[in-house]
């Protein structure tokens, strides 16, 4: 089946570190010097020594600062993508993506914000984000399929952000997720919402994992399984 292309609708107003070092960026921070006035520039080059580099010998670097451990931060990222700070939401967007910029995972599971002068542990209910939009184009081996964030970050589905499927032991529930970035060795994940799935189900083709008969999507030429075919189901299947 050909599917249409979808763009997204406009990207909200989300604020992100563009200087990646975890510290945000002040209006004016850069101009702070060529704002001096010429006099006090003078006045400190007449009184200051004149410092000459010897050939040949490295400037000394300034070490840094031991990174202070803050221990646990009253943070809570519930299930649905709510960020809480003491118990209460954080309503500005602009601050949950720059959270969310500095967010890490460690081996052990813990999610933590981290930045280069300090770093401390938050709880996460589930996964830090949600899918909440999808685009796609193409078809088959070709399809591309893309996905937008509750944070504006936008992802391809692919070798590098791999879509899983978790299924409840119970209900059998399906509850699929796609990785947005690595952290060591452990993926930063959102969850795919509800509505998005159901888009994701109906771009769903037969194929064949590990001998198992499933339905799952392409993207980028990967076949990601979303779940067991049906028995009696239609059996045009195709080696992943």
């Known amino acids: ?3 249409p292309r979808r ?3 406009q990207r909200g107003a989300a604020t992100y570190i563009a200087n990646g070092d975890g510290h945000r960026a002040l209006p004016g921070d850069a101009d702070v010097n060529d704002a001096m006035p010429e006099r006090q520039t003078a006045r400190h080059e007449k009184h200051s020594p004149q410092v000459t580099a010897c050939p040949g010998v490295a400037k000394p670097s ?3 600062p031991p990174r202070v451990e803050c221990g646990d931060l009253p943070f809570l990222i519930k299930r649905d993508g709510t960020w809480l700070y003491r118990g209460s939401p954080i309503g500005r967007k602009e601050l949950v993506c720059l ?3 500095v967010l890490k995972r460690s081996a052990d599971g813990d999610y933590w914000l981290e930045t280069p002068a300090e770093r401390g542990r938050i709880q996460v209910e589930d996964v830090p984000w949600i899918a909440v939009e999808m685009d796609w184009s193409g078809n088959g081996r070709d399809q591309v399929l893309s996905f937008r964030t509750n944070v504006d970050q936008v992802v391809t589905a ?3 952000h791999p879509i899983r499927v978790k ?3 119970l209900t059998c529930e399906p509850t699929p997720y796609i990785t947005i970035r690595m952290s060591e060795t452990v993926a930063l994940e959102a969850r795919i919402g509800r509505a998005v799935y159901y888009e994701l189900v109906a771009l769903a083709v037969p194929g064949l994992v590990a001998g ?3 339905l799952g999507v392409w993207s980028q030429g990967m076949f990601f399984s979303l779940g067991d075919l049906p028995h009696g189901a239609d059996c045009g299947l195709c080696e992943a």
Do not use: A, L
Request: with cysteine.
């Open 1 to 3: 089946m050909i599917c």
């Open 7 to 9: 763009g997204f609708h």
């Open 62 to 64: 300034r070490p840094h």
């Open 99 to 101: 959270f969310s910029s």
């Open 158 to 160: 692919g070798p590098e």
């Open 167 to 169: 299924h409840d032991y």
């Open 212 to 214: 198992r008969r499933v």
